[in-house]
Nanobody, 123 residues
Framework: VQLQASGGGLVQAGGSLRLSCAASGRSFSSYRMAWLRQAPGKEREFVAAIRWSAGTTYYEDSVKGRFTISRDNAKNTVYLQMNSLKPEDTAVYYC?????????????????WGQGTQVTVSS
């Protein structure tokens, strides 16, 4: 199983970035796909998730209305569109997957992880 994350970079506050996560190696139809992030000196935290089969989405409160998670079934890819970025969004962002019945807010519940991609928002 492989989750390949990409799309990070440096952006000014108020700008936008789109992260991509290409998934391969198994069917994720019974999984939620998610993005989590980890800032320096902080614990890894949940950002957004999507149930692969139904497309139901979930967001951490601080990103609601600014971030949008989506998936392209044909490409087996999950996206995170990040708008109105703030300096506090600076972190390494990880793509991850967990079974749909698990607690998506708990980083310890995730079964598969991709490598991180750095997002830096300058003020």
């Amino acid at each position: 199983v492989q989750l390949q994350a990409s799309g990070g970079g440096l952006v000014q506050a108020g700008g936008s970035l789109r992260l991509s996560c290409a998934a391969s190696g198994r069917s994720f139809s019974s999984y939620r796909m998610a993005w989590l992030r980890q800032a320096p000196g902080k614990e890894r935290e949940f950002v957004a998730a999507i149930r692969w089969s139904a497309g139901t989405t979930y967001y951490e409160d601080s990103v609601k209305g600014r971030f949008t998670i989506s998936r392209d079934n044909a490409k087996n890819t999950v996206y995170l569109q990040m708008n109105s970025l703030k300096p506090e969004d600076t972190a390494v962002y990880y793509c991850a997957a967990l079974r749909w019945s698990s607690d998506y807010k708990d980083a310890g519940e995730y079964e598969y992880w991709g490598q991180g991609t750095q997002v830096t928002v300058s003020s």
